[in-house]
């Protein structure tokens, strides 16, 4: 099959979830024998250098317009006294809109496949322009995400800020909804929202696949005194749970076992955090590989407190035998089992307590360790789920 692939940013390098569910949903496509076209916004803000991308982006001739992303103060005052999305509207471009109306002639796509809510806006252009299936990929169902956030902020001007935001992504998110042939969530929770406001028959629960050779190759199950949180940072979701982590959830396990060292790392990580680095608590910004970075370290801590969509970093951590520590918000989508495939903990207390007993019961961690990488290596591998998302897309297309 022929698809046409449209995404708000490129995603290379693979140093956040986000980037890593594209990339690998492209790889997919390609190996299981499909021609893929990749159109692509290119953010300033995370410009990539695509003088040094991979074949994967050539293979799939890669077309892409440089866009700036940035919250501008005086657009983002005047949008109060319109109705629009900002979040959206910053993903709003008539160059690309152009490219992908050219992209639909000359490719002439069986379908076209559109990742997350911010470039799903363009499915008006590929309306407008030719009869062809559109299916829409939500990560999240942001609209969520800035409730959640919004509720548990105690500045009044700022929750009334955030809750506009979130009214209006609602607003936006759910319009785009009812225009696409096919929406696939990423969980079984995202799926059941938008299920509400579309039907059964328009969504459908894709889950995520990516190769995990690489992680699987990890033998090491590291040090159970070592506990780490990797997780890109320009996401607030992953703000909050490092604040949480370093106002409550690590003094407590500092204090119940003083052997204990704690690793946070990710993308655009905060000076504020940055300048607590210092002793046992180790801090830095973004990791050159993964595999590397986690190697000696025995725990991965998941303390999610809001925001949607799956832990891709959980699935890493599994496939490598890192015993998992995790809110129950972290587990969505994944449908682990706690004491089985990790540990849930909801409290900071909680968390000490569930890297205690991994420290004092090494059949429990080997268990657990064992059973994670199956469970990822059943669940989460790519081909199975590509060849499942697209038995779904292709009952979309007219009978012969």
Avoid at 58 to 65: A, N
Avoid at 181 to 195: C, H, K, Q, V, Y
Wanted: contains cysteine; proline residues 4%; glycine residues 6%.
């Amino acid at each position: 099959m022929k698809i046409l692939f449209l995404s708000h940013r490129i995603p290379w390098p693979l140093r956040d979830g986000g980037a890593i569910a594209i990339y690998n949903n492209i790889l997919g496509l390609k190996q299981a024998g499909h021609v893929v076209k990749l159109l692509c916004l290119n953010p300033q803000k995370d410009q990539v250098d695509t003088t040094s991308l991979p074949s994967l982006f050539s293979d799939c001739g890669l077309e892409y317009i440089s866009i700036d992303t940035s919250i501008k103060p005086l657009a983002a005052l005047l949008n109060l006294f319109g109705s629009g999305s900002y979040n959206a509207a910053r993903f709003a471009n008539g160059e690309f809109a152009s490219l992908i109306e050219l992209s639909l002639e000359v490719f002439n796509p069986d379908w076209v496949h559109i990742e997350g809510a911010f470039a799903a806006q363009y499915i008006d252009v590929i309306k407008a322009n030719q009869p062809v299936p559109c299916v829409l990929r939500e990560h999240n169902v942001e609209y969520e995400i800035w409730q959640e956030m919004a509720a548990g902020e105690q500045n009044p001007l700022k929750k009334f800020y955030l809750n506009l935001l979130a009214s209006r992504l609602k607003t936006y998110e759910e319009a785009l909804w009812q225009k696409f042939d096919l929406i696939f969530s990423i969980t079984e929770e995202d799926a059941g929202i938008m299920r509400k406001r579309v039907g059964d028959t328009k969504v459908f629960n894709g889950g995520v696949g990516f190769d995990l050779s690489p992680y699987l190759a990890v033998t090491e199950l590291g040090d159970s005194r070592k506990a780490y949180h990797l997780a890109s940072m320009d996401w607030l979701p992953n703000q909050e749970a490092v604040e949480w982590t370093l106002n409550e959830i690590w003094p407590a396990m500092y204090s119940a076992m003083p052997e204990m060292e704690l690793y946070l790392a990710g993308k655009k990580m905060p000076e504020r955090f940055l300048n607590q680095n210092g002793g046992k608590l180790h801090i830095e910004a973004e990791v050159a590989d993964v595999q590397d970075y986690s190697r000696d370290k025995g725990l991965m801590l998941v303390p999610l407190r809001s925001g949607s969509g799956i832990r891709i970093k959980t699935i890493e951590a599994m496939a490598m035998g890192k015993v998992v520590i995790s809110t129950r918000r972290g587990l969505q989508g994944l449908g682990a089992q706690s004491g089985e495939h990790l540990l849930e903990a909801n409290t900071a207390e909680e968390f000490a307590e569930a890297a205690a007993l991994v420290q004092s019961d090494e059949a429990l961690r080997q268990n657990i360790a064992q059973k994670a990488r199956q469970f990822a290596l059943e669940n989460f591998e790519l081909s199975q789920v590509i060849e499942r998302n697209v038995k779904r897309c292709l009952s979309l297309l007219p009978t012969a």
